[in-house]
């Protein structure tokens, strides 16, 4: 089985900043692709960036989110800056990884930590 825990949400300020983590545990082989994803509520889930050998960012993060990655740990991280009350939300950890060598890529999420960003 595979796991991934993230950690570091919160409450912040507008204009702080918060450093969300994820880390993947369990039963990898080898992991492809992780990316971070949000979903306000009333909103659906959308993609806040990710990472493969090169990162891709949505266009409301640019230039205030780095995604970065540990392959090491299995872990990724989300530095997140300069926050807005709209940058609100459940964010969710995804990989996309093989489990074990000769298997499909396969898909996982972690649970998802809060984001509230308010004065």
């Known amino acids: 089985q595979v796991q991934l825990v993230e950690s570091g949400g919160g409450l912040v300020q507008p204009g702080g900043s918060l450093r969300l983590s994820c880390a993947a545990s369990g039963s990898i082989f080898s992991i492809y692709h992780m990316a971070w994803y949000r979903q306000a509520p009333g909103k659906q889930r959308e993609l806040v960036a990710s990472?493969?050998?090169?990162?891709n960012y949505a266009e409301f993060v640019k230039g205030r989110f780095t995604i970065s990655r540990d392959n090491a740990k299995n872990t990724v991280y989300l530095q997140m800056n300069s926050l807005k009350p709209e940058d609100t939300a459940v964010y969710y950890c995804?990989?996309?990884?093989?489990?074990?060598?000769?298997?499909?890529?396969?898909?996982?999420w972690g649970q998802g930590t809060q984001v509230t960003v308010s004065s």
């Open positions: 995804n990989a996309d990884l093989y489990p074990f060598l000769g298997a499909r890529l396969q898909s996982y």
């Open positions: 990472i493969t050998r090169s990162t």
